[in-house]
Structure formats: structure tokens, C-alpha cells
């Protein structure tokens, strides 16, 4: 691995699911292990890695389909795992006991340097108690995680332009979510400021942010009732069109359950 980069991989994005894995020649994090232990471990030799290799885990938010198998993990591997104060406080029970070592304060808005590669937390819309997302920082290179928000800010586009890389959350179709179906209540939910990005959501903000650094848009938490990887695809790659976005952006699928081959940053 060129030392002046990094490697990613988003190895399950989904309802059912999330789990985020960052390589450098110095350390290994797990960002959110929202699947059980074995299935981690299973994503992890997909792309011919061990879970031993581990350095750390962080955590966005309380949800079970991002903190599953945090507990596991985190007692096999004796980790360390990070999380803002709020949080902390609504996963404890969740995830079961952990030395006091291993437990972590992350801020929202903080900066955290993990051997050669910085890491920034910023909080994002969602309805959770303190949910917070990361941008990975090292040479120059960035990539950017946004998933589980119902809206991108203005404070928050501004953060995270042009980077070189992106998960960014394309959840769902509307008119899909509003034929399905999802009771009212769960609509409303996942349609309001707290919910979830719909893909016109997405490409718009997509189009704002992306520069001419931005080689790589990874779709995510795609809904599995109420979306199409072809649909959330295409609804981007007209946006980026009659926006005129980086003809040198290219747009890839993530899965529920198999992770995406290994790339570098």
C-alpha cells in the first residue's frame, strides 16, 4: 500500500446492517459492526482480512443495525471503541460489558488522531440520541461517510466538499416508500428531517458537494422495500448530468450483506 493513502471498504451498508472498514499502514478501524460477529467475520475474509487486525471500533449512533455485533467484537479482540458521551450512555446496555479501558469519548465535532491518519466526527440528522458521522483525513486524501440523515446542511456541505470519496446515503425512492407498505407513522418517519436521504436527496446534495478531487460516490443504506440500486443509480447519474458534476466521478453500488472490494484512497 502506497503510504500516502488509505483503503476502504463498505463492508454492508443496509437496514439489516452497516459496517465500514478503514486500512492504513498503521491502523485498522471498524466503523460501526452493525451485523453479528460471525457475519463480520465473514465480510472481513471477503476481502482477506482478519478481525484480529483490529486497532479500534467507532460508533455513529445507537441503532442495532450499527452496533449488533460491537459488544462481541469489542470483548474477543479486547478493542477500543469510541463513541461521543450521549451516545455512551444509550449503549451501554446494549452492547454489554466492557472494561473500562476499552470505552472511548469521541466529540461531535472533534478531531481524533489514530496513529497516521485523522479522523473527524460532525453530527448529522437523525433520530437518534447524538448521531454522528466521519470524515477520514491522511496526505491530503479524504473520504467522507454519510449515512442515516434526513437532510444535509449547509455547515455540513461546506465540511465535507470535494473530497475524493463518498458513502453517502441514498435510501430511498419517494414514490416507492409512499406505495409501500410502511405504516404512516414509519413513512413519516423515514420522509421527515430525521429520518433517511431519498435518492433525488442524495444526487442534489451529491451535485453541491463533489469537486475536482471526487473520483468515487459509494451509494448506501439503500432500502430493501422501498428503493433499487438501478433506480438510486440512475436518479444520481442524471443529477450529476444536468448539473455538470466531474465527468471523472464514478458511482458504485454497496450490499447489505458482501462487502465492496477493498479500494484505495
Not at 443496509?14 to 459496517?19: D, F, H, R
Not at 460508533?59 to 469489542?74: F, L
Not at 452492547?95 to 488522531?113: D, N, P, R, Y
Amino acid at each position: 500500500m502506497d503510504k500516502r493513502g488509505f483503503k476502504v471498504s463498505i463492508l454492508a451498508s443496509g437496514s439489516s446492517g452497516n459496517a465500514l472498514y478503514i486500512e492504513t499502514l498503521k491502523k485498522r478501524i471498524l466503523v460501526d459492526a452493525g451485523l453479528t460477529g460471525k457475519k463480520i467475520a465473514s465480510l472481513f475474509s471477503e476481502i482477506n482480512r482478519d478481525l484480529s487486525v483490529l486497532d479500534a471500533i467507532l460508533i455513529t449512533h445507537e441503532h442495532s443495525d450499527h452496533i449488533k455485533g460491537v459488544g462481541v467484537i469489542a470483548r474477543k479482540y479486547q478493542l477500543d471503541v469510541y463513541a461521543n458521551e450521549a451516545t455512551w450512555k444509550v449503549i451501554e446496555e446494549k452492547i454489554g460489558k466492557l472494561a473500562s479501558a476499552q470505552k472511548h469519548i469521541f466529540k461531535m465535532g472533534e478531531v481524533k488522531t489514530f496513529g497516521d491518519i485523522d479522523i473527524e466526527s460532525f453530527g448529522v440528522s437523525h433520530d437518534a440520541v447524538s448521531p454522528q458521522c466521519y470524515a477520514f483525513h491522511k496526505d491530503g486524501k479524504t473520504f467522507v461517510m454519510l449515512t442515516d440523515t434526513g437532510y444535509v446542511s449547509e455547515r455540513i456541505r461546506e465540511m465535507i466538499c470535494n473530497a475524493d470519496a463518498y458513502l453517502m446515503e441514498s435510501n430511498h425512492d419517494v414514490q416507492m416508500l409512499r406505495m409501500g407498505s410502511y405504516s404512516w407513522n414509519l413513512k413519516q418517519r423515514i420522509l421527515s428531517d430525521k429520518g433517511h436521504l431519498s435518492n433525488e436527496e442524495a444526487a442534489l446534495a451529491l451535485a453541491d458537494i463533489l469537486g475536482a478531487k471526487t473520483r468515487r460516490v459509494y451509494l448506501g443504506h439503500l432500502s430493501q422495500e422501498n428503493n433499487l440500486k438501478e433506480l438510486a443509480r440512475m436518479t444520481v447519474e442524471s443529477t450529476f448530468k444536468e448539473y455538470e458534476v466531474n465527468e471523472k466521478v464514478k458511482i458504485y453500488d454497496t450490499y447489505a450483506d458482501r462487502a465492496t472490494e477493498i479500494f484505495e484512497i
